[in-house]
């Protein structure tokens, strides 16, 4: 817990954790993958992955060959995202701003930044920088 002008709020990793492990909040998060269409071999990108919570499921999708990038700019919630990914195959985690992201462009194939674009300055900024990550998608006629 901690205070903000004399209001006592939860501490907001354990919060953020809670509210994923919910009904809903499991219902949202598996919805929110699966419109992912994350294949084996992909790489995937979570921008403001938070403490992590997304990071296994996204490992599942990708594989023992595939990659998974989580990035936050906040120190506290990289180290539970870190502790989260231990023994998770192609996870790394980073620091980074959702405005200035540190991958190279076009070098993942899924990209998700769910419930932190109220939080950055320039959303439009933060949604282009995700579209200069994202890899051009493949025809699929052939």
């Given at each position: 817990?901690?205070?903000?002008?004399?209001?006592?709020?939860?501490?907001q990793?354990?919060y953020?954790?809670?509210?994923?492990?919910?009904?809903?909040?499991?219902?949202?998060?598996?919805?929110?993958?699966?419109?992912?269409?994350?294949?084996?071999?992909?790489?995937?990108?979570?921008?403001?992955?938070?403490?992590g919570?997304?990071?296994?499921?996204?490992?599942?999708?990708?594989?023992?060959?595939?990659?998974?990038?989580?990035?936050?700019?906040?120190?506290?919630?990289?180290?539970?995202?870190?502790?989260?990914?231990?023994?998770?195959?192609?996870?790394?985690?980073?620091?980074?701003?959702?405005?200035?992201?540190?991958?190279?462009?076009?070098?993942?194939?899924?990209?998700?930044?769910?419930?932190?674009?109220?939080?950055?300055?320039?959303?439009?900024?933060?949604?282009?920088?995700?579209?200069?990550?994202?890899?051009?998608?493949?025809?699929?006629?052939?």
């Amino acid at each position: 817990m901690s205070t903000t002008l004399g209001v006592t709020r939860p501490e907001q990793a354990s919060y953020m954790l809670r509210a994923a492990a919910s009904n809903a909040g499991r219902a949202y998060k598996q919805q929110l993958i699966d419109l992912l269409d994350i294949a084996r071999g992909q790489t995937a990108l979570d921008v403001g992955c938070g403490p992590g919570t997304d990071l296994p499921a996204l490992a599942e999708r990708v594989g023992e060959h595939g990659t998974v990038i989580g990035i936050d700019r906040d120190p506290a919630m990289l180290a539970q995202a870190r502790e989260r990914a231990t023994g998770l195959h192609g996870v790394e985690v980073c620091e980074g701003d959702a405005h200035a992201l540190p991958i190279h462009p076009g070098s993942v194939d899924r990209a998700k930044i769910d419930r932190v674009l109220m939080h950055v300055e320039e959303p439009d900024a933060a949604l282009a920088q995700l579209h200069r990550a994202r890899r051009p998608r493949r025809s699929r006629r052939a």
